[in-house]
Structures are given as C-alpha cells and as structure tokens.
C-alpha cells in the first residue's frame, strides 16, 4: 500500500470516527457521506439543532474515547432488504443504498468497535494504532449531493495524520497561510481606501470647477 492510499484510508477511517461520536452524542442525528479529501476529510450531517465549532472539543474528547474500542475494520455484505431494516432511520443512507442495488453493486457495511456504516471501504487495518491525530477545522453548510432543491446539510471538516507532529506542521501552515490572507486584505483594503479618497478628491475639484463656472456664467448674465 502506498502512502498516499494508507492516508487516505486513515482520513476515511477517521470520518467514521466523527460519525461514531456524533451519534453517541447528539442521537438522532442522520449520516449522509463522509469521504477523504485531499486536505482530510469531512461527514456530512442532518443535526436536530444546529451545530457550532464551539462543540468541537467535545466531539474531539468523545472521538478519542471511541478510538480506544477500535482494533479492526470488519466488512460484511449485506442485501438490500437487510440494509432497509438496519437503516431505516437512516434516509439517506438508504437513498445511496437503494440506487446501489438499482445498478447491481453490492452493498457492504463496515464495522468497528459498536459502530458501524454503509461504505465502499478504505480503511486502516489497525485504526486504533493508525490513527495518530486528530482535529476538526470548520463547519459548513452543504446541500444534499450538491442540489439546492434538496435539504441543506451540515459539513464537517477535519484533518488526520498518522502522528501529532504532522498534524502540528499541518495546522501551523494552515496559520501562515491565514496571517498572508489577512495581511493580503489589510493591504487591499487600505489601496481601496486610499484609492477612494483619491476618487473623492477628483470628484471635489471637478464639483468645485464646475461651480466656478457656473458662478461665472451667472456674474456674466448678470452685468
């Protein structure tokens, strides 16, 4: 396995983790899809309630807690009138599954620790030892595959990495990149502003000069 894929499969793994403490601590809350990207990962989320990044850290303490439990990935093919009953609270969910089963792909169920979900696969063999770190960055809002007519979703993003050193390096560019988009828009702004004055100062002088004029003419008129 090269190490692009094992990251990835770490990053996968780890959006199941964010799933898994979700539900133990926000329950009734429906799963959509939570796949790797390049920068990490993210699961999106029908919450009751809205939900802040101020929870973050709950959900982050609540992650480790689970990860403690999860030595394997356990797969398992299922029918399609199994998956309706195993998620029948699940609406999305059962939407991709059914459209799976309409195109003849089997349907597979990964399962680790107490939790478990609809999915393709990619994951760490030792998720446990893997998974070295952790964090959620943000949270967005995200139609249901991507259609405006359909509900609006919540997005969470994350970032994995097999060590708190990576992870570390990762957030501190993050940082930087960040201080250079600020200072980028302090600097246009202040352009802006002194590009406006000039503006205004032009505008000044043409209103006064065509006041003169003006003024002139009707001395003129009036001799």
Known sequence: MSNNESLHNLRHSTAHLLAAAVLELFPNTKRAIGPAIETGFYYDFEFINPISEEEF???EKKM????KTWKSFDREEITIEETRKKFKDEPYKLEMAEEFAKNGEKLTVYKSGEYEDLC???HSDDPQKEIGAFKLLSVAGAYWRGDEKN????????TAFPTEKELDEYLQMLEERLAIRKLLCQVLTEQSYLKFQDTMKNIKMTCL???????KKNFSLSQ
């Open 120 to 122: 393709e696969g990619g």
């Open 57 to 59: 850290p709950t959900i």
């Open 64 to 67: 480790a807690e689970i990860l």
């Open 151 to 158: 509900k609006m979703l919540a997005r969470i993003y994350g």
């Open 209 to 215: 000069k065509s006041i003169h004029i003006i003024q």
